[in-house]
Structures are given as C-alpha cells and as structure tokens.
C-alpha cells in the first residue's frame, strides 16, 4: 500500500515569494490533515479537511496562508507572502476519517525562507 | 484543553540497556494517547496507541507504554534499546469524540550508544 506522498521535499524561497505544497494522501482515506514543524517543536495542526470540506483551521494563519482539497483527493497548501517565521517543515497526513483513527504521515516538506 | 508534557528532551542509553522516555499529559475529558517515532527525512511513524482499552500497550519494534490514571502519565519503555531506535519520540494526546486532533509533545531525542 503506498503512502502519504508530498512535493516537493525541500524548498528555498526569500521571504514575500510565494510557495505550494503537494499532498496526496492514502487511497481512500477521507481525511487529510496539514501540519506545522518548526525545529525543536512538536508538529502543530494547521488544517483539517473532510473529504473536500474543512473541519477546523482555527490555527491556520489565514492572511497569508491557504489550503484547497477540491476533488476531496490530494490537496495542496500555499504560502504567500512567506516570512523568516514560515520555515520549518510541513507534514500531510491522513486517516480513514472516523474518530480516534490512525493518522499516517508523509515524509514532509521542509521549508527555509531567506 | 489537552496537552503533553515530554519531561526529557534528550536521552542517551547504551545498546542493550532499557529505555524509558517520560511523558505526561493533561486532558479534561477521557484522553487517546500515542507515541510517534521520527526518524531523520522520514515521516512520523505510529509505535502505539491507548484508547481506553487495556492500560498496558504494546507497540511495534518492541516498544510499550503505560497508562496510569493516577499519575497523568503515559512513559514509553523499551527492554533492550538497539541502535536503530535512535530516532525522536513524540508523546501525543487526543480527546475522545474531537475527530482526531491530535496535541503533540515537544519531543525527546534518543541516542544509543555502542
């Protein structure tokens, strides 16, 4: 069975450009989360969808940060303007969609705004 | 509100001594608790997980966890570490019925030393 997979692994960007992730979950699974890891941290939840439709993005910087899953399939996560503070990695994850179901994870993108 | 208290930040055995990474939680209603495994440029891998089942889990590669009530605690134990377990360990916690939203600790490193 494959896996959570995201692109690209590793960006550079200088801060005020414009940067997306790709995220394209387990086949079948309902619900797809993004995460944010800055280094020495514990990754912390961005956004949580349910097939197409968001369940909660109450920590999602919403001046500068967007998240789109139209098809309720894969999902792509957008930075524009990026600060110094945006640098870390980005994790996708996704679950069945039931409570209390394993969340799996892709391997990241890691982010380092310049 | 839920939380993680991930008592080390770092820990150091030697191969073939036991490993003990600390954690304790806070939650107001009933908790599901996790320990994730990272290992560098690789995604975050579930070792095992409490959902109100029996207090003592076992999880994958030989780890297991407790469950004390009592304690608020849920350390992560190992008999005999091996070098490839040198990874970092997250202690993570979610509340019953919330969907899977998941709280993550800070992290505690492990090294293992020949």
């Known amino acids: 069975e494959a896996g959570v997979a995201q692109s690209p692994r590793y960006k550079i960007i200088e801060k005020r450009q414009s940067v997306a992730f790709w995220c394209n979950p387990i086949s079948g699974h309902a619900t797809l989360y993004w995460y944010q890891q800055i280094l020495g941290q514990g990754p912390k939840l961005l956004i949580q969808f349910q097939n197409n439709g968001v369940v909660d993005d109450s920590q999602l910087p919403k001046d500068r940060f967007s998240a789109e899953r139209l098809k309720g399939v894969d999902s792509t996560l957008k930075i524009q303007p990026a600060k110094l503070e945006d640098s870390a990695v980005y994790l996708c994850?996704?679950?069945?969609?039931?409570?209390?179901?394993?969340?799996?994870f892709g391997p990241g993108t890691r982010l380092l705004v310049l | 509100a839920q939380s993680v208290t991930q008592l080390d930040s770092h820990v150091s055995v030697s191969e073939g001594t036991p490993v003990l990474l600390r954690c304790n939680y806070s939650?107001?209603?009933?908790?599901?608790l996790f320990w994730y495994v990272q290992h560098p440029n690789k995604g975050l891998q579930l070792l095992l997980k409490?959902?109100?089942?029996?207090?003592l889990v076992k999880g994958i590669n030989g780890f297991e966890a407790e469950f004390k009530k009592s304690e608020t605690s849920f350390h992560l134990t190992k008999p005999s570490a091996h070098m490839s377990d040198a990874a970092e360990y997250f202690c993570v916690v979610s509340v019953t019925g919330t969907a899977s939203k998941l709280t993550f600790g800070t992290g505690t490193r492990l090294q293992v030393t020949l």
């Open positions: 939650s107001s209603y009933s908790p599901s």
């Open positions: 994850a996704s679950s069945l969609g039931t409570a209390k179901e394993t969340q799996y």
């Open positions: 409490y959902t109100s089942a029996a207090t």
